[in-house]
């Protein structure tokens, strides 16, 4: 069974502050994968990797830094945060072929409160 | 360029009611096509993926359907159950860009 697990499932911060939120698959995917969830807008992408070192910008990256230090490890960094990063944030881990039927394994999320 | 419209935002129904939702995705490429279903609490999931070869898939007494021709995807159940709802998101999988893109999400209650 395909696994992500992230790290912290919950977390508060101040405004300006510094958050890490921390992802590792243990699925031997290449792709990995930063989605933040809001009310009436679904699923946003963020940031994305196609392997360790490689970053690509996804649809809403202002104010988001990303670093895939190993094929494992995917980390979304806020260094300034702000309210309006208060959200539900997911990682996602998948396979690089579509024909061979891969799709998107989800963790369980990290919430994300700025205050 | 790219994108999933999901039009749908709340669908209120009754237990044994018949569910349709509908998006329609914009792409150069032949895309994957999946539906992703989110339980209260957990991050969303897989519940089906629909080829362009076979133009539909089946899970959990749910069936997707695909119309190459209005680029339109559908998820329709015939009876639904309260355990059925959660939130439905349809998405798409773009061969060339290896990337995927998600409709809103559908929120479904089933009253029981």
């Known amino acids: 069974e395909a696994a992500v697990t992230q790290s912290p499932r919950n977390k508060v911060t101040v405004t300006g502050g510094n958050v890490t939120l921390s992802c590792r698959q243990t699925?031997?995917?290449?792709?990995m994968y930063w989605y933040r969830q809001d009310t009436g807008h679904g699923l946003r992408l963020i940031h994305y990797?196609?392997?360790?070192?490689?970053?690509q910008i996804g649809d809403v990256p202002d104010g988001y830094k990303a670093t895939r230090t190993t094929q494992e490890d995917f980390f979304l960094l806020l260094e300034l945060a702000s309210p309006s990063q208060t959200s539900l944030y997911f990682c996602?881990?998948?396979?690089?072929?579509?024909?061979?039927?891969?799709?998107?394994?989800f963790g369980e999320g990290s919430r994300l409160i700025v205050v | 360029g790219d994108s999933v419209i999901q039009m749908q935002g709340q669908v209120t129904l009754s237990e044994n009611d018949f569910l349709f939702i509908n998006c329609t995705y914009s792409t150069t490429g032949y895309p994957t096509l999946f539906w992703y279903v989110q339980y209260s609490g957990e991050g969303p999931q897989l519940l089906l993926q629909v080829t362009t070869a076979n133009n539909k898939g089946s899970s959990r007494g749910f069936e997707a359907t695909y119309d190459k021709g209005t680029t339109s995807f559908h998820l329709q159940k015939t009876s639904v159950q309260e355990i059925d709802s959660a939130v439905y998101y349809c998405?798409?999988?773009?061969?060339?860009?290896?990337?995927?893109?998600f409709g809103k999400g559908t929120s479904l209650t089933v009253i029981p």
């Open positions: 699925n031997s995917h290449n792709y």
């Open positions: 990797s196609y392997g360790a070192g490689n970053l």
């Open positions: 996602a881990s998948s396979g690089p072929r579509v024909n061979s039927g891969n799709t998107l394994y």
């Open positions: 998405a798409m999988r773009d061969p060339g860009y290896q990337n995927f893109y």
